[in-house]
Structures are given as structure tokens and as C-alpha cells.
């Protein structure tokens, strides 16, 4: 079955997230014959009932042939249409009260790294990822169980081309962060609270491509004293970082 | 051939790092026959010669039965005593100029997270990550590859118990920070920059256990508004604010 991980999500969070979120992704879920029925999986088949989804229970070995590593299923497994991407001008006209904060992903082909990533930008209350078609990894059932079903929580961009989507976001008054082990500023010393902004995050082993590098408004990097860091956990710094700007300028209260 | 995956270490980074700072923990290095030799695998080469490390040129995929998963070996495997651990006590005599700053990890069971949080708090410039016998998973090849090596660039001190060692810590004049979804301050509240400390960061299911949340002096919450974040993202937010603070009061030149 070709491109199998792209139709199957599994774990209770998971499924939850999408019948909550996204139903009509859904075609069918399968619980394991026998299972006990926690909460959440009480909770899962009451939202498939109201959403009309079919429930069948069967033995989830079954679905192991369409997984690389055999995964834990946690009872349920559910078929589903890929991740509805959302595009780039659709993204643009949604008005939004104050400043619009995305992540740009160019050439993460770990899908660890990809769930991981979209996992903390949701977390921090950002407005979309955006990935590109040739050189990110799939959004893949891999990908969302890492997301912790965070693909359903914030919108993905897809894009054909990442260099044609930068220049857009910036006729649309965005400005561009990249970054860069070179870049003289470190991360921290930008300002995150005045402006619409892209953070674009390269591979770990070849960086943002020069061509994006190259639109780029600022640079920035962050210090290390081993190696580099993973790629995820230096979205989760600088993602992190900008959240604290805003929520210092920001009180809650507004 | 029980607890092997404390026996190999494989991948070319990781070797190398291992012949750099602590060769003295490998007993053999086996390598692809027939591979091309690049830059690092020669290098890998030289340094086993000049520590008078045998290395057998062999067939690499019958390594494959001391994993769960099949690993990418990157034509190299080394065999290795596990890692060296330091106690605490020893760690408490090195002497230093300015604060200590270590990682305290509560029941951290993945070990792609273990691996992940011992490379950050390597990058970060911190000076060791402690671990529960008990309450955390073993420093295995997964581990070692995950952490890019770092397990051999900052000392893991290993304690039978976790709760009489952050006693010793505070007897030590170290400050004890807990992180805690339900913390009144955020982890940016609170000022890293003049006291020695120890971050404790808890598993993702179950936090960190009661016994040490009342020991610690602080505890420091991190905003989601998206499930709670991975704790090894969690962790690289925390880590690097603390270093961000010391960076912006020490400049670099002092």
C-alpha cells in the first residue's frame, strides 16, 4: 500500500484531537476488540457517534504491515484523509487583532524533528507552519502522533515553492528571521512584538538554502558550546523567546 | 546478550566524540568492509591508532540482532564500557569560578528525550545533568546517539537516590528549581544569574514526584496554549533562558 502512513493516525490524543477539530478527516475508526474503555476511549466513541463515523473493533495487528516499527496503538487506530493543508493566500485573509507570528520550515526531512516542531509552535500559540511540498517530510500518522495531534490545532501551510511564498508574506508586511550558526545577533536581541514575522528554520545537516537565506531580513543565531542543537529544540528557544517578549509587553489582562 | 545496547555505540559523530574525550571506554572498533573512507572514518582511523585501539574491518549487519530497531550505523560500531559516571560528591569538589548550573532529570524514561536533554544542557555551557538509577532510562547507544555525543562532553552524575542528593545540593548552597504546570511564576521570572541551581524537569505523564517538589525552592511554570510541551523542548526553553540571562549580564569579554 503505497504512502499507507499518510492514512492511518493512532493513539487516543490523536484521534481525539481530530474528531474534535477535524471529523471530516475521518473515514473509520478501529478499537481493539476486547479493550477496556478508559475515559478518552468512552469519549472517542461518543464523538464518532454524533459525527456519524463508524466504529469497528477488530484485532489492531493488522495495521503493523502499513508501519515501519510496529507502534503502540493505544486501542485505536483511525483512517483518515492526509492533514487538510491550508494555502498561503487562504492563510493571508484571515484577519487577525494584532501582529501574525508563523514558522517556515525549509528542508526538515525528520519527522520527529517535523511533529516535534509543530508541537511547540502550536504550544506557543502561533498562527500557522508552513512546509514545503519538495523539501520537508510528509505530514504522516509518525508525524502527527509526535505533534501529539498538534496538525489539527494549527493550520499548515503547504507550498510548491518556499522562495515564491517568502516573497508574498512580505508583500503582506511580514518580516523575514532566519536562522544562521554565522549571523551576528543572538536570537534574543531582536524585537518579536512589533511585527508580523516569519522564523524560517533549516535542516540540521545543510542549513536554510541560500536562495531563502538571501531574502532573509534578519539573520540570527544561537550559541553553543556543543555542536549545534537539535533543530527542534532550538524552534522550541527561539519560538519560546518570542512568546516571552510578547507575553513581558503583553499582560494577560489585555 | 543482556543490557547490550549499554555494549555498542555506533555512527561516526558518536565514535569519534568517544575517541576524542574518553577513549579509555572503547574495547574495539568495527568497521564496514569495503566502505569508503571519508574524512571522519579516517580520522576515526588514526585516533584508534594512536590509542592503540584494534579495529576489525567486518560485516556490520550482524550487529543489528543487539537492537529493537535496525540502526543506521554509518559503517561504524564501537564497542564500549557504558558511560563513566561521576558522583556527586566528586562533582561538588571540582572546583570552579562562578556558579554551577546542572540538570536534574525525574523520571525521564525515553530515551530519545534523555538524549535530547543531555545534548542541550552540553550546548548550553552547563555543567552536568543528573540522573535517577532508579527513575530514568539507562544511558544506552540510543542515548549516546540522540545526545550527538554529548553524553562525553558533560558529566552525568548517577544517584541511587534523587531526593538525598538534592538535599546534599542544598547543603551545597545550590537552589533547587521545579518546573510545574501549576507554578505561579514563568520560568522568565526568576533570576538565574547569581546562585548555583539545579532545574529538575519531571516525565511528561506523571511530573516531577511529590518528595522532590517539596524540596525544590523554586517552582517555574511554562505557558502552553496546546497541550503541555515535549519536556525535552521544555527543557531547551528553560536551559537557554537561564544561559540568555548570564549571557546579557557577563558580556563575552569578561
Given at each position: 500500500?503505497?504512502?499507507?502512513?499518510?492514512?492511518?493516525?493512532?493513539?487516543?490524543?490523536?484521534?481525539?484531537?481530530?474528531?474534535?477539530?477535524?471529523?471530516?478527516?475521518?473515514?473509520?475508526?478501529?478499537i481493539q476488540?476486547?479493550?477496556?474503555?478508559?475515559?478518552?476511549?468512552?469519549?472517542?466513541?461518543?464523538?464518532?457517534?454524533?459525527?456519524?463515523?463508524?466504529?469497528?473493533?477488530?484485532?489492531?495487528?493488522?495495521?503493523?504491515?502499513?508501519?515501519?516499527?510496529?507502534?503502540?496503538?493505544q486501542g485505536v487506530v483511525a483512517s483518515v484523509c492526509p492533514v487538510e493543508y491550508i494555502n498561503l493566500e487562504d492563510f493571508l485573509d484571515i484577519k487577525k487583532d494584532g501582529f501574525k507570528k508563523i514558522v517556515i520550515l525549509d528542508?526538515?526531512?525528520?519527522?520527529?524533528?517535523?511533529?516535534?516542531?509543530?508541537?511547540?509552535?502550536?504550544?506557543?500559540?502561533?498562527?500557522?507552519?508552513?512546509?514545503?511540498?519538495h523539501?520537508?517530510?510528509?505530514?504522516?500518522?509518525?508525524?502527527?502522533?509526535?505533534?501529539?495531534?498538534?496538525?489539527?490545532?494549527?493550520?499548515?501551510?503547504?507550498?510548491?515553492?518556499l522562495s515564491a511564498s517568502i516573497e508574498l508574506l512580505k508583500k503582506h508586511d511580514f518580516w523575514v528571521i532566519a536562522t544562521q550558526m554565522e549571523a551576528k545577533d543572538n536570537y534574543y536581541e531582536i524585537d518579536y512584538t512589533d511585527m508580523n514575522f516569519a522564523l524560517v528554520m533549516g535542516s540540521e545537516g545543510k542549513g536554510i538554502s541560500k536562495t531563502i537565506l538571501n531574502k532573509a531580513d534578519f539573520t540570527v543565531k544561537l550559541e553553543s558550546d556543543f555542536e549545534s542543537?537539535?533543530?527542534?529544540?532550538?524552534?522550541?528557544?527561539?519560538?519560546?523567546?518570542?512568546?516571552?517578549q510578547i507575553n513581558i509587553k503583553q499582560p494577560k489582562s489585555l
Open positions: 500500500m503505497q504512502n499507507s502512513e499518510n492514512n492511518y493516525v493512532y493513539g487516543k490524543n490523536p484521534v481525539f484531537e481530530i474528531l474534535l477539530k477535524n471529523p471530516k478527516r475521518i473515514n473509520k475508526i478501529y476488540k476486547g479493550i477496556f474503555y478508559d475515559n478518552r476511549l468512552k469519549k472517542i466513541n461518543d464523538l464518532a457517534f454524533q459525527n456519524k463515523i463508524q466504529i469497528q473493533q477488530t484485532n489492531l495487528q493488522k495495521f503493523y504491515e502499513y508501519f515501519e516499527e510496529k507502534p503502540n496503538f528542508g526538515i526531512v525528520d519527522p520527529h524533528n517535523l511533529g516535534a516542531i509543530i508541537r511547540t509552535t502550536a504550544a506557543a500559540g502561533f498562527d500557522a507552519v508552513m512546509v514545503s511540498n523539501r520537508c517530510a510528509p505530514i504522516t500518522a509518525v508525524v502527527e502522533k509526535i505533534s501529539s495531534g498538534a496538525v489539527n490545532h494549527i493550520p499548515i501551510i503547504k507550498t510548491t515553492s542543537l537539535n533543530v527542534s529544540a532550538a524552534a522550541a528557544v527561539i519560538i519560546y523567546e518570542a512568546k516571552r
